[in-house]
């Protein structure tokens, strides 16, 4: 994850550590050690703050002026499948491999409230204004408003979901298929299936749009991370129509 200036970059690793890198340089910054396998981390409001979480179901907040204390704000019942910072509400939002979704205050810290999904979670994504929150679980994909808590969308699908990231106009939502290894895209409103994309050869485990929503990212088991039209055959960036 990137910060919100872009200068620096976390990353959480099997190797027990959370690492802050110079996202300009690359240079390693500081590490955070943990005693398990650690499966997220994101910055949590300012690049000096990191929140991170992972197979010992602890939530835990580093100051990367101070390395070596932490403080753990929640623990789940199981391990801690995703973090994500909404910088609209300045929360922490944590979700486990269970069902369980926490919002966390990380100033008191506590948590201020819990979010049940209907069946066991893949991942959880945020919109890039932080104002509405998605989930994948099992073969339902789910989405909050981050004002109210309130529901406001659930709807079924044929297949596995990984990921599902809803773009900035709240009209597409791109889902991962933990299978079949398939991208598609659904109209927000209709629920509607509109596109499918393949490219992956491993499970996807994240996705998000650019703040524009011209473009949106997934990374996948396969060690890549693949960029998409969000509307093919446009001109945008490097993507150019060719003229015959």
Known sequence: ??????????????????????????????????????KCADFAGTDELVITGGQDKAVRIFDVNRPDVSTTVVTHAASVRSVKWSS??????????????????????????????????????????????SCAAGRRILAWNIDSFDLVKDFAVDYDVSVAAINPARTRIVVGGRSDLLIRSCDFESEKQIATHKGHHGPVHDACFSPDGHVYATGSEDGTVRLWQANPGSEYGLWKTRKI
């Open 1 to 38: 994850m990137l910060s919100a200036n872009t200068l620096r970059a976390v990353t959480a690793s099997a190797d027990y550590t959370v690492k802050v890198w110079n996202a300009i340089s690359g240079q390693e910054l500081v590490s955070f050690l943990h005693n398990n396998i650690v």
């Open 88 to 133: 609209h509400r300045n929360v922490a939002i944590s979700a486990d491999t269970g069902r369980q979704i926490n919002i966390i205050d990380v100033r008191a810290p506590s948590v201020v409230k819990t979010l049940e999904a209907p069946e066991n979670i893949a991942s959880i994504s945020l919109t890039s204004d932080g104002r509405m929150l």
